[in-house]
């Protein structure tokens, strides 16, 4: 029962410490062509982690505070990852084990999804395909590498 | 289902749940990024600024003489001070989400604090860059004008065409000039400004250059392609103009007379 407590109590942290990067380091990511989207990584880690009410909560929370950056089409990031952490929950029934290679694949998938969905909602200028098939696969790929950066801190035991 | 009725709240109900979100639970992480951002900047700027000061301490020297007799010579003739519009300096960090090819939104560090309110313009050097939205107490946010639903009456520097100006949603970032009367055809390189009407932005700040028709309503209207005079990415300082501007012109900060 304290080995549950401490393991939720980690990946609280994990989460906290990986929003406060997202938003303190947006303008050094800004600055790169590809960069990690850490507030994702957080929602999808903890989302393998929680049940899905729980991982809907954070990602709502989270959500919240990314749509608090950017006051255009308010509601779209909290809606988004609130989803994205819902469904990220229930692919714990469908996909058993913490393997680092599932997990980053699931990190990649994940911040894909979210980066082209974004963009075909907010209909963002640019080259969508350039978009969708070179610069999301890399945000994801790094996603994914931060993942498996944090892996060992919220890997319930 | 909570997330739903976030989006389909009023704009001001919207606006005021971000700004009390990023006055409290986001300040620490804003005021860290601002630093960063800032060390950035800073570092690639020592250099420049060094350079600068040298040759602005010798220029100084000269141009003490002169505003003195500036100053006398305007007493005498009883001549007001130029211009009626107070403008106050921010430093701007971009804003945004995932998805997001073009920059829309932008994070300005000063608010009600340095008296900055809602729809205040925002101008950069090379002219308009945007407007605050929601001001909290030491910071303020706002829409780039490549934000969707960013509008400005503008005008030709002669003001013989009128027009409005929306962003085009590209990459590179364009504007749009629409609605221009169809007896009259802009050239390419036709300079646009800020109209004044409208009650937000004054008379006179820069917007773009007209790059080539886009469509003719026969017989009705014109649109153009406009070339931007500021483009998101390229402005870190800013100008926030906070007292006496919707009814003013500040064509004059802008020509070379008023830039000497």
New interface residues.
């Given amino acids: 029962m304290a080995e549950r407590g401490v393991f939720r109590l980690g990946l609280l942290v994990v989460v906290l410490a990986l929003a406060?990067l997202h938003?303190?380091?947006?303008?050094?990511f800004?600055?790169w062509y590809a960069s990690p989207?850490l507030l994702?990584c957080a929602i999808l880690v903890a989302s393998r982690q929680l049940r899905p009410g729980a991982a809907a909560f954070i990602g709502?929370s989270l959500?919240?505070?990314?749509?608090?950056?950017?006051?255009?089409?308010?509601?779209?990031?909290?809606?988004t990852l609130?989803l994205l952490a819902y469904l990220g929950s229930l692919t714990r029934d469908l996909f058993l084990g913490e393997e680092p290679l599932f997990i980053g694949t699931f990190l990649f998938v994940g911040t894909w999804l979210?980066?082209?969905?974004?963009?075909?909602?907010?209909?963002?200028?640019?080259?969508a395909l350039s978009?969708i098939l070179l610069r999301a696969p890399l945000?994801g790929l790094a996603t994914g590498a931060a993942g498996y950066l944090v892996l060992p801190f919220v890997r319930a035991r | 289902m909570a997330a739903v009725v976030l989006m389909t709240l009023p704009h001001e109900r919207q606006l005021i749940l971000a700004t009390t979100l990023r006055s409290t639970v986001l300040a620490p992480v804003l005021r860290l990024q601002s630093g960063l951002a800032d060390m950035g900047t800073m570092r690639a700027r020592v250099e420049h600024l060094r350079v600068e000061r040298d040759s602005f301490s010798v220029k100084l020297l000269a141009l003490q003489n002169v505003a003195e007799e500036n100053l006398r010579l305007r007493m005498l003739l009883e001549l007001a001070e130029r211009g009626t519009s107070t403008f106050v300096p921010a430093n701007l960090y971009l804003a945004g989400r995932a998805g997001e090819g073009v920059k829309r939104a932008f994070v300005l560090d000063i608010g009600r604090n340095a008296s900055v309110q809602a729809d205040a313009p925002v101008v950069a050097p090379g002219g308009l860059v945007g407007v605050v939205r929601a001001v909290g107490r030491g910071q303020s946010t706002g829409d780039f004008w490549t934000h969707p639903q960013f509008r400005v009456s503008a005008m030709t520097v002669d003001g013989r065409v009128f027009g409005i100006i929306k962003s085009l949603g590209d990459s590179p970032p364009l504007m749009e000039l629409d609605g221009a009367p169809y007896q009259v055809e802009l050239t390419p390189g036709t300079e646009l400004v800020t109209s004044g009407q409208g009650g937000v932005f004054p008379r006179g700040i820069p917007i773009g250059r007209v790059a080539e028709l886009m469509s003719a309503e026969a017989g009705w209207a014109r649109s153009y392609r406009v070339r931007p005079a500021v483009y998101p990415d390229a402005v870190r300082e800013v100008m926030v103009l906070i007292g006496g501007g919707e009814t003013s012109d500040v064509t004059e900060l802008w020509t070379s007379e008023g830039q000497r």
């Fill in positions: 406060f938003f303190a380091l947006s303008p050094v800004d600055s989207n994702l709502f959500g919240l505070l990314e749509d608090a950056m950017a006051v255009s089409y308010f509601g779209l990031a909290t809606l609130t979210y980066e082209v969905v974004s963009f075909l909602v907010l209909g963002a200028g640019g080259d978009f945000d």
